[in-house]
């Protein structure tokens, strides 16, 4: 991983992973996961924060009906408003492309996703020893060219988060 900025509040950010899978269950699952993003980000007015970044994970197992590539991207920002609260906005895109799709599927089990979160922080506020609260919802849509395949996900978290 790396992180690099200027004094101009821009900073460009990036990650890469390799893990090797060992499935003591199902040997025909042992491969290997790679990951890799970068990033950059914009800082404005020293209150707010613009992004994007671009990532992929790629998969590949001895069963090749779970080999993929997905490549994605993210927009988000950081926005501290009044009241000591933070805005964490971002939207994705990615799209998942499986290798070798089994002969027996009826269409392209390819997938498209779209998403949306915000997370809320209340920065002013501590319990305990520095806990904050915060709150973050986030909605994601799957469309898969096989319907069975197509999913939504909705998620709600709330809690508190250790600032020190």
């Not at 994970?57 to 501290?80: A, C, M, Q, S």
């Not at 909605?139 to 060219?145: L, P």
Request: aromatic residues 14%.
């Amino acid at each position: 991983a790396f992180e690099g900025r200027t004094e101009t509040g821009f900073s460009m950010f990036g990650q890469a992973s390799f893990l090797n899978i060992d499935n003591k269950i199902a040997g025909n699952l042992d491969g290997t996961l790679r990951r890799a993003q970068i990033g950059f980000r914009q800082s404005i007015g020293g209150l707010s924060t613009v992004g994007t970044s671009l990532f992929y994970e790629g998969k590949r197992v001895d069963f090749n009906l779970d080999n993929y590539d997905t490549f994605g991207v993210r927009l988000f920002g950081v926005i501290d408003i009044p009241f000591g609260i933070t805005l964490k906005p971002s939207v994705s895109f990615e799209e998942k492309s499986f290798s070798d799709p089994s002969q027996l599927f009826t269409a392209d089990p390819d997938e498209k996703t779209m998403g949306a979160n915000i997370r809320i922080e209340k920065n002013d506020l501590f319990f305990g020893n520095g806990f904050s609260p915060f709150i973050s919802l986030s909605h994601r849509r799957t469309k898969s060219g096989i319907d069975a395949f197509s999913y939504t996900e909705t998620e709600y978290e709330f809690g508190l988060e250790r600032r020190f």
